[in-house]
């Protein structure tokens, strides 16, 4: 039995983002162990009847201290196992887990770009930081020169970013529309009658997630609708250079126009609950999982014009695409939103119908067994 090691920054990413990919590898042979950092999940992955192995990792971390151990972990981990497919997602796993996979030997690699995140954005992306994600390119172009490493892309223009960079040919590049939803559980719902129509956000606290840029829209609209709509704010504090202090969410949201609502397990019910979906991130995303989900649903979307969120909205028709940082723009499209029922139900409509045709997790599940297959 193939030996397949899934490396994830952190055990609930792994089950909202990667579960069903390892579930349907072992049911099709592999013996597959999650590598990730143990925030208390590690018992239900193990439940699943996967390996689950506890990671020293600090996602969001610079200590070079810190880095170097997770290097070294994974480096004795790879010696010590032998694992036949290193698949490591996300940016830091991808630099650690890739330059471990090639020092230790192993042959096979697949790496996941879900997006190239703070490091790359342009506020983050000066002086001697720049010389970092510099150099980070230059170790990502040592990982990936093998025959037997694939790398998956959520978006088109990271993947000409790696293959223009030289980092990876185009015929090892794959891209998937996200990490894919599943239809069935994510089923369309329509809106519900309130007395407040409900605008719902999810993501980490982080700036560059564009938490600002709507809570400065939803002041702009306070005086025509503090007593007609209602802002969630869902998503928990992070250890992000651009995190949101807890201090300063208190202070800007009341409670009542704008609630803060702190990290939240029931996603999917809020999004039932509410009228449309709101995400003017400029963060540098993969394809944000929660527009792709709030698709499903069936719900409207405004998110920003910018890499990765564009690609979940078809602009006019299930949703509606703004400038980055343009709270008077995002603005605007709520109020017509606000103001016109019936587009939103059509909008939501068309989500749906948009969800079906490109978010199916079937598909993502099965290009990622077909590239295990292909290199073992």
Known sequence: MKKLFIIVNLDTFFLSHRKEIALRARQKGFDVTIVAKDTGKGDEIKGLGLNFINLPI????LNLLEELKTFSYLY???KKEGPDIVHAVGMKTILWGGLAMRLSGI???VSAVCGLGVMFS????????????QSVLFVMK?????DNTYCIFHN???????????IIDEGHCVRTMG???DLKEYSYKPEIEAERLRVLFTARMVEDKGVLTLIEAANKLRDSYKDRVEFFLCGGLDTNPLAITRERLEALCDGTYIKWLGRRDDIQQLLESCHLFAFPSYYKEGLPKSCIEAAAVGRPIITCDSTGCRDTVIDGKTGFLIPAKDSDALAEKLRIL???AALRREMGCNARKFAEEKFSIETVVQSHIDIYNSIV
């Open 107 to 109: 042959k096979r690699f």
């Open 122 to 133: 342009p506020e983050y992306n000066k002086g001697l930081k720049r010389i970092l994600s």
């Open 58 to 61: 600090n996602k969001a971390g």
């Open 142 to 146: 040592y990982i990936h020169r093998n």
């Open 156 to 166: 088109t223009e990271d993947m000409q970013m790696f293959i223009s960079s030289k």
């Open 338 to 340: 606000f103001d016109d």
């Open 76 to 78: 004795k981990l790879f």
């Open 179 to 181: 990490s894919g939803i």
